[in-house]
């Protein structure tokens, strides 16, 4: 690494300290401005990286290993050695729900990339993710957002009053909401650091403490995985041969689960979520409900970080098939807002494929079925899909939940690359 480059990284650790969390990245208008990050001017780079073939006709796969390339084409040989990592079970299972910058997740920092490696690497994020209104790659754009959000909340040292939340408006306030030791998830990533990637081990809020790693090398023959995210966001999704063999594991969750922005637009990234899950839950009778209600209670999802393949040996709740066909379509529409993060053509097939195993799938409850109180959870469990839906009282937004969720498959994980005890 140039003495220079030394330099602007060490500045650049220093910022994250005294700022407590970084916003390097801006989002603005459903864009990208960077802001404390290095220009496309900066002096003194490392050497240059090496250059990759870029097909601009490119479709499919294809498009998104293109987008790949020509994202690593602009970056240096240090730059380039952050990104491209091995697809090993330590780099892939390295993800997060939490502020915890490059300490439990590899890749390179979009808080440290310039405007034109930014609007790079997000547009492989982009082609690689669904394009669905609320959904895949806007729903991503929106829990970034959520983050500058409560960065900019933690930044006046106190959040003060809480932004409107549809979602709980009606819920009330448990007075125990605090943030405590004993609030915090539970779900803190153990076990050793990923290996690769520089970072500077520093967290906090803000859509710049988000990182992005190929984990493999990125090609239409063979196997290497799509790895980003930072708090309340993780996209895994491995490749094999030009297709996509996993989608999962995929968690998003958001705090605050809904506000206004100052020109007026108001944003509720999860509410396709919670809203499919609240028509599901809904329709259910009081019988029904008796049996679909689970003996378990939950803080956070029971399948979050480093909880690969630990899925519970029996299925509880009600089984889809002695619902009604009605109802069944209502599990069906439940589970899609997950798998479109994905993109469009593999989340069809997936839906296809968890819609021929509705009849061996669950669905379980636990708390209330409003979705607006701690504790209130809902979970999808079939023979491939599972999905968990739950709600937290907010840490820094005290007083009204934040959601917590996750998609992961049985069989599909990390591409069926790894096997877990």
């Known amino acids: ?63 998104v290993v293109s987008a790949a390339n020509e994202f690593l084409n602009t970056l240096d040989a240090d730059q380039q050695a952050e990104v491209l990592l091995d697809f090993s079970q330590a780099n892939a299972t390295a993800w997060s729900n939490l502020p915890c910058g490059s300490t439990c997740r590899p890749g390179i920092q979009l808080g440290s990339l310039t405007d034109t490696q930014l609007a790079a690497a997000m547009k492989v994020v982009k082609l690689a993710t669904g394009t669905g209104k609320g959904t895949g790659y806007d729903q991503i ?172 040996a029996t299925k509880e709740g009600i089984k889809v098939s002695s619902l009604s066909p009605k109802q069944q379509q209502l599990v069906l529409k439940a589970i899609h807002p997950w798998i479109a993060n994905v993109d469009d053509a593999t989340a069809k097939k997936l839906m296809k494929t968890y819609a021929n195993e509705l009849n061996q799938t669950y669905v379980g409850y636990s708390g209330g079925t409003a979705l607006d109180t701690q504790g209130d959870y809902v979970r999808i469990d079939g023979p491939g899909v599972w999905i968990e839906f739950v709600c937290q009282n907010g840490l820094v937004f005290q007083g009204k939940v934040h959601y917590h969720t996750v998609y992961r498959d049985h069989t599909r994980d990390y591409g069926s690359e790894f096997t877990f005890s």
């Open 141 to 312: 754009t929106q829990i970034l957002k959520a983050d500058d959000v409560l960065n900019a909340a933690q930044a006046t040292s106190s959040a003060g009053p809480a932004p409107s939340d549809t979602a709980s408006s009606t819920a009330s306030a448990d007075p125990s909401a605090s943030a405590t030791a004993t609030d915090a998830p539970t779900d803190v990533p153990t076990g050793t650091p990923p290996s690769g990637g520089a970072g500077g081990g520093m967290g906090g809020y803000g859509s710049g403490v988000y990182f992005l790693a190929f984990l493999g090398t990125p090609s239409v023959t063979g196997t290497w995985q799509l790895h980003f995210g930072g708090h309340h966001l993780a996209v895994n999704q491995t490749y094999k041969k030009g297709k996509v063999a996993g989608a999962s594991p995929f968690f998003v969750g958001v705090e605050p689960s809904s506000w206004t922005d100052d020109d007026g637009t108001t944003y509720s990234p999860l509410d396709a979520q919670r809203d499919g899950m609240l028509a599901l839950t809904g329709s259910l009778s009081t019988e029904q409900l008796a049996t679909a209600k689970l003996t378990e209670s939950f803080s956070d999802v029971l399948l979050g970080p480093g909880e690969d393949g630990q899925f519970p």
């Open 1 to 63: 690494m140039s003495r220079e480059r030394t330099r602007l990284v060490r500045t650049r650790r220093t910022w994250r300290g005294i700022a407590g969390a970084v916003t390097a990245v801006v989002l603005v208008g459903g864009g990208f401005a960077v802001a404390n990050a290095s220009t496309d001017t900066q002096t003194g780079k490392s050497a240059a990286g090496a250059k990759h073939p870029v097909d601009k006709k490119a479709t499919g796969t294809g498009a």
